[in-house]
């Protein structure tokens, strides 16, 4: 009987040799996420009852990382790790997942302790050099491949980091690495390839910048800087002002923000306005001919248990019958199958950002097909992915609309690609800067070091609310009310429940205010993760029983007039909507200095403006609140200038107005001339 077993054991562990390889492949060929994510099915049908097998274990958790998984990723590669602790591959896969995750010192630590420093063994120091790399711990692994270098003379070392160099991008500091070692390398070898190919690079951005600028710089940035630059002679045909233009929105996704509902809204106006047979309203420069709206994503990613409400406003484009496309689901093309010029800029396009090279790829084949007039796109990130594919397909206007403060000052939204993409940009015949807000254009003026006459402030279209109630929102107030008898004033909020609202300070704010105005009530309109917190708080300061928290609503309009201040404490800001519907509604507001919230009001009359964003003062916000409520009840027409302004200002009409007014080609305008529309915003100071 035995024999019969022994070929039992061996079949199995060539099936088992075969399903090794068939992962490889997959594993091999999944190199872009929608690939891996239709591949994972396949695959763990193929791994079948193997899934004890640590090999298989191994390449099937690689494909989910190829995939874009995330749920249960970190405590799936944790016991891998246990089950195979001197797997060095498993220990790499470990740590760059507890990087992903934002566990830099975990994985720092479990590098420690497979690879320590203090081992004198070259190999383990030279693996230790490699991992620190792979987990981004740049610093660290340059400083050890430097030393590596100058303790030992093989060459292998010199070549691994001038590889991992040109990975990130640094090609002069990669070019000088393997440089003293290029001639000793095997004619035709792999190393070889690497150090002919970066002497030739070398040579080629010297064209572009001096060997000091090249030092330490990441070569896709001064390729994407240069491919943009070769458009700043670009020349344009005039576009008659009674011409239809053809007009692209284009952003991240249509979830539930203000960006997107602002893009929302002017997408369905400027549809509408195309309906005109022939000539625009009256005082309108042109009419759009052709809107659709072109959005990076907004289907939910696969594989993800959590909606990220990716598609909120989608119903509404499909409703007013816009066209909607999914730029993630379009095919990639690379630079060198589209028609793109021969010479620099095509060699200049092989290196570009990942953002950059996503938009040159898939969004510049879709505008070349689907030709516009005027691409305009929203938030940084949109930028960065789109405006050099415009640019390359020769659109005329091109809208860089930006929706609160730069990344600089947000630093979680910074990336190294900016300055360098918009100081470009400002040098490209028509190309805008258009802002929400003056306090934006300032910032980001200031940042970029490019004068405040090149950015328009396009503000936000409001339109006019009701108050109009359901009978949910009705139960809510007249339950409250019986539980609020006695209150003589309603101080209120519009605002998601999420860390830069800070709803945490407007409740101790609600505590410190009840202890003045013992007859207050409080309302807050929203939702978001920091709703439990929210309650816990409330309960802790003794005001749960003067606080309704609504929750989200579609009849905020209703919920404003039930209040007798609305009060807004967020850290960052654009232009904030809810401070303009308060004032369609004659609510007065006190809000910090966060983006553009001073300009929805007139300090002192319709609102009061806190002196500190970053540390609200917690005692002027009550002086400033009680301030603004007492002048309410004796003013009879604050309600009415403030509808007024606001109605004047952040009109439907006045955004549409504004926006076809940045739909013909300007050129770039220097320190000395004027923006039609731009005056420097003045602050009065605290």
């Known amino acids: 009987m035995t024999p019969p077993l022994v070929t039992e054991r061996e079949d199995v562990k060539s099936d088992l040799l075969g399903i090794h390889a068939q992962l490889e492949e997959i594993v091999a060929a999944s190199g872009r996420v929608q690939v891996a994510q239709e591949n994972l099915a396949r695959a763990e049908a193929l791994a079948g009852a193997h899934l004890a097998d640590a090999k298989v274990r191994f390449l099937l958790l690689r494909l989910k990382e190829a995939a874009g998984l995330n749920e249960g990723m970190s405590e799936q590669w944790s016991a891998l790790l246990e089950a195979c602790p001197d797997d060095l591959q498993i220990v790499r896969y470990r740590a760059t997942r507890l990087v992903k995750e934002r566990h830099l010192d975990a994985a720092l630590s479990l590098v420690d302790r497979h690879l320590p420093e203090s081992t004198d063994v070259p190999a383990n120091l030279f693996a230790r050099a490699k991992l620190l790399s792979d987990i981004r711990a740049h610093e660290q692994s340059d400083a050890l491949f430097r030393r590596l270098i100058s303790q030992h003379v093989d060459r292998n070392i010199r070549v691994e980091f001038a590889k991992r160099l040109r990975k990130r991008g640094l090609l002069a500091d990669a070019f000088a690495t393997i440089a003293p070692v290029a001639k000793q390398l095997v004619p035709g070898s792999k190393a070889a390839e690497l150090a002919t190919g970066l002497a030739s690079d070398y040579v080629f951005y010297q064209g572009f910048e001096s060997d000091a600028d090249l030092a330490g710089k990441d070569i896709k940035i001064v390729s994407m800087k240069h491919a943009i630059l070769h458009f700043r002679n670009r020349q344009i045909a005039e576009h008659s002002p009674d011409k239809p233009v053809s007009v692209a929105l284009v952003t991240g996704s249509l979830g539930p923000g203000g960006a997107e509902r602002q893009l929302t809204r002017l997408a369905g106006e400027l549809s509408r306005m195309s309906e005109f047979p022939a000539h625009p309203p ?12 072109l959005v990076k994503q907004h289907t939910e990613p696969t594989g993800s248990s959590k909606k990220q409400g990716l598609d909120f406003f989608l119903p ?64 940084d990130g949109t930028c960065l992915f789109g405006a050099l594919a415009a640019l390359l397909v020769g659109v005329p206007t091109i809208h860089l609309v930006f929706r609160g403060l730069p990344p600089n000052i947000r630093k979680d939204r910074f990336r190294e690609e900016y300055p360098e993409l918009y100081q470009a940009l400002a040098q490209v015949p028509g190309v805008y800067f258009v802002s929400n807000s003056r306090t934006a254009a300032e910032a980001y003026a200031q940042w970029l070091d490019i004068p405040i006459v090149r950015f328009h402030v396009l503000y936000n279209g409001v339109p006019d609310l009701t108050t109009d109630s359901s009978v949910a929102d009705e139960n809510k107030w007249h339950a409250f009310q019986e539980n609020t008898t006695e209150a003589t004033e309603t101080i209120g909020g519009v605002f998601r429940l999420e860390p830069d609202k800070r709803p945490q300070l407007w409740i101790k704010l609600a505590a410190q205010y009840l202890k003045r105005r013992p007859h207050a009530r409080f309302v807050i309109v929203g939702d978001g993760r920091l709703h439990e917190i929210i309650v816990a708080l409330a309960s802790e300061l003794r005001v749960t029983d003067r606080l309704l928290l609504v929750g989200l609503s579609n009849h905020v309009g209703y919920w404003y007039s039930k209040m007798d201040a609305s009060v807004l404490l967020s850290r960052y800001e654009g232009l904030p909507n809810v401070l303009i519907e308060a004032q369609l509604l004659g609510v007065p507001v006190v809000s910090t200095p966060a983006g553009g919230a001073g300009e929805c009001f007139v300090e002192n009359e319709t609102g009061h403006l806190l002196s500190d964003v970053e540390h609200p003062d917690l005692t002027e916000a009550c002086d400033k609140i009680e301030s603004m409520v007492d002048l309410a009840r004796s003013n009879d027409e604050l309600k009415s200038q403030s509808r007024h302004r606001a109605q004047t200002l952040f009109s439907l009409e006045s955004m549409l107005f504004k926006f076809l007014s940045l739909c013909v080609p300007v050129m770039p305008v220097s320190g000395n001339d004027e923006c039609i529309d731009f005056q420097p915003l003045r602050r009065k100071t605290a």
């Open 282 to 293: 009256a005082g309108m420069l042109m009419r759009p001919e052709k809107v659709e709206v």
């Open 316 to 379: 509404i484009l499909v409703k007013a019958q816009i066209p909607v496309t999914e730029i993630n689901r379009l095919p990639a093309i690379s630079a060198a199958h589209q028609s793109v010029p021969e010479g620099s800029l095509g060699r200049l396009l092989e290196q570009l950002p990942p953002p950059v090279h996503y938009g040159v790829t898939r969004l510049a084949p879709l505008l070349r097909a689907n030709p516009f007039d005027v691409v305009s796109l929203w938030q």
